[in-house]
């Protein structure tokens, strides 16, 4: 019977394959002598050790040593390396060696994600940093960032970060000042990642989505970093978990936070302890979608300065996990006239942490709130505080 399908152009069956695993579309080699160095053309690899044994995965690493530097294809629009690198495996392999292949073949996503030993850390080579034709760049896990003096990403617009471990504080600002089209930025930080504690300084007038966010533990204050600046005009979307370590709260004064406007800011979700509720407020008083975790002090009673609206909020979610939330939500109900949607929740991570029952309703209302007349439309409450005591 003729084989039909290998009688079709090499370009279509190419289309065939990328629809495919790497692992798969290798396999494809022992075919026949046609599909033999079909694969070598794919644009597209994806290597993943994650389902292989110790040994298999010297194996593997042996493979890609030896044909990525043969592959075939002018350019490689993807490369995604997950590689877990204990012991021996990782002396007989080089992450650089394979990113400087995939720079050259002019890359436009790369994707390293690494899980090693503790202080075992891979560098990058780097013409990494000035690669034309970049525009997804993803490293996680023990990468040692040095951010060469000549550095620039003019087609960069996605940006992900994990657990990196940088030269110095200056690295990071570096590398984002010389992304003139980033769009979108996720930094990622945990207890491994073996940085000293360094002001955190954002300044990218095209960003339009910011994460600061954790994988183990929150990003803290003293621990993480001392300092926040933000400046990014085009901004969209912000997110960011922060929390104050015990030890750092009675220094907070020296913890520096300086965030621009950001008249563009549509949605933003904040999870943060004792933060400086003015500074936030004034930052994103013009977002539609606004969910908030927070913890405020006891004798902050005007939580944030009067005159402030939220004249486009509509969605609103409030963790009820602090002890002066409901000071909190009734400003927010006040302060937010077109308010559609109101949830107010208990964060899991929260549950143990409330050591006090919600603060008393009671002379907080001096008038009905003008969204509860005239726009709300939908109230969720879960987890509702019961005093049996009181009953």
């Not at 009688?7 to 080699?29: G, I």
């Not at 003019?154 to 992304?179: A, D, R, W």
């Not at 309703?361 to 005591?389: I, M």
Request: aromatic share 10%; hydrophobic share 40%.
């Amino acid at each position: 019977m003729d084989d039909k399908i290998s009688q079709l152009p090499d370009d279509l069956l190419l289309k065939v394959l990328t629809f495919l695993p790497t692992k798969v579309a290798v396999s494809t080699s022992i075919l026949s002598k046609r599909w033999e160095f079909l694969w070598m053309w794919l644009p597209k690899l994806e290597y993943d050790d994650s389902e292989y044994s110790p040994g298999e995965r010297y194996k593997l690493y042996s493979f890609i040593d030896l044909s990525l530097p043969l592959h075939k294809a002018p350019v490689i629009e993807r490369l995604r390396l997950n590689f877990d690198i204990y012991g021996r495996s990782y002396r007989a392999y080089s992450i650089e060696k394979l990113v400087l292949i995939a720079v050259t073949r002019c890359v436009r996503e790369l994707s390293v994600t690494l899980v090693s030993m503790p202080y075992k850390f891979t560098r990058l080579p780097s013409n990494l940093f000035t690669c034309k034709s970049l525009v997804i760049l993803e490293l996680t896990g023990p990468i040692f960032v040095n951010v060469p003096r000549m550095v620039y990403l003019p087609s960069l617009k996605f940006l992900i970060l994990g657990c990196m471990v940088y030269s110095n504080e200056k690295s990071l600002h570096q590398l984002l000042s010389h992304c003139p089209v980033l769009e979108d930025l996720v930094l990622e930080r945990n207890d491994e990642d073996n940085n000293s504690p360094f002001t955190l300084s954002v300044i990218v007038p095209s960003l339009q989505r910011l994460t600061l966010q954790r994988l183990t533990l929150k990003i803290s204050r003293g621990y993480h970093f001392e300092g926040l600046v933000i400046n990014t005009p085009s901004l969209m979307y912000f997110k960011i978990l922060d929390y104050l370590e015990e030890y750092a709260r009675d220094d907070n004064s020296n913890y520096s936070y300086y965030f621009e406007d950001t008249p563009k800011l549509e949605e933003a979700d904040i999870e943060s302890t004792y933060p400086d509720i003015n500074k936030f407020v004034r930052s994103i008083r013009s977002v539609k979608r606004l969910s908030l975790c927070i913890r405020v002090n006891a004798d902050e009673e005007a939580l944030y300065h009067e005159g402030i609206v939220f004249d486009q909020l509509q969605h609103l979610k409030l963790c009820s996990c602090g002890p002066n939330w409901s000071k909190l939500l009734v400003r927010l109900l006040k302060d937010s006239p077109l308010l559609r949607d109101l949830e107010i929740y208990l964060n899991e991570d929260h549950t143990s942490s409330r050591v006090d029952a919600p603060v008393s309703w009671q002379n907080q209302l001096d008038c009905v709130p003008t969204c509860l007349l005239a726009s709300l439309e939908t109230f969720k409450w879960t987890v509702v505080y019961v005093d049996h005591k009181k009953r």
